[in-house]
T-cell receptor, first 111, second 113 residues
Framework: QKEVEQNSGPLSVPEGAIASLNCTYS??????FFWYRQYSGKSPELIMSIYSNGDKEDGRFTAQLNKASQYVSLLIRDSQPSDSATYLC???????????FGGGTRLMVKP | DAGITQSPRHKVTETGTPVTLRCHQTENHRYMYWYRQDPGHGLRLIHYSYGVKDTDKGEVSDGYSVSRSKTEDFLLTLESATSSQTSVYFC????????????FGPGTRLTVL
């Protein structure tokens, strides 16, 4: 079992809809969670970080963390074609200075 | 944008030749990382550094070495490149005060023929 898992997609949503991206992780002791966006041919770009259970909102993005169920999700409201990208979930496993990345979910927002 | 650059951005080399990739940051961050990204495998950590001359292995370190003689520079060396090392290589830096937040460089596309 991979330490950080994501559905590879593609996840296709119409413009203006809510896109929901999910990530599960194996280490119950994980404390830090991140979402990165990666456009094709570009480097990963940090969108959100979340450290506590619950929701964290930043503009159209909401990260949700549930440590008991070991999942973290990213909601994108009012999805735009420019949101089409691969979204990477990253988790600080073992409380070290390293991140473990999921394989990414490809999101396609159709006009 | 985040004060981290990589060179070269593209490189084609032949099997058996040595290759060095450079990562340079201007943010004075203590932590630096080298990843490779391959289809079906995602981002995998090769080596990381937690200070000048302080480095450690990541998940896929075989065939790679690193050096960090200055805070701002982190070098990745393939001593004898193989075709399996064809990949996109990303460098990242750890944000001061929150070492598990990482910002990525633009990447280097390496092709080993």
């Amino acid at each position: 079992q991979k330490e950080v898992e994501q559905n590879s997609g593609p996840l296709s949503v119409p413009e203006g809809a809510i896109a929901s991206l999910n990530c599960t992780y194996s280490d119950r002791g994980s404390q830090s969670f991140f979402w990165y966006r990666q456009y094709s041919g570009k480097s990963p770009e940090l969108i959100m970080s979340i450290y506590s259970n619950g929701d964290k909102e930043d503009g159209r993005f909401t990260a949700q963390l549930n440590k008991a169920s070991q999942y973290v999700s990213l909601l994108i409201r009012d999805s735009q074609p420019s949101d089409s990208a691969t979204y990477l979930c990253a988790v600080n496993i073992n409380a070290g200075n390293m991140l473990t990345f999921g394989g990414g979910t490809r999101l396609m927002v159709k006009p | 944008d985040a004060g981290i650059t990589q060179s070269p951005r593209h490189k084609v080399t032949e099997t058996g030749t040595p290759v060095t990739l450079r990562c340079h940051q201007t943010e004075n961050h203590r932590y630096m990382y080298w990843y490779r990204q391959d289809p079906g495998h995602g981002l995998r950590l090769i080596h990381y550094s937690y200070g000048v001359k302080d480095t450690d292995k990541g998940e896929v370190s075989d065939g790679y070495s690193v050096s960090r003689s200055k805070t701002e520079d982190f070098l990745l060396t393939l001593e004898s490149a193989t075709s399996s090392q064809t990949s996109v290589y990303f460098c990242a830096m750890g944000l001061a005060g929150s070492t598990d937040t990482q910002y990525f460089g633009p990447g280097t596309r390496l092709t080993v023929l």
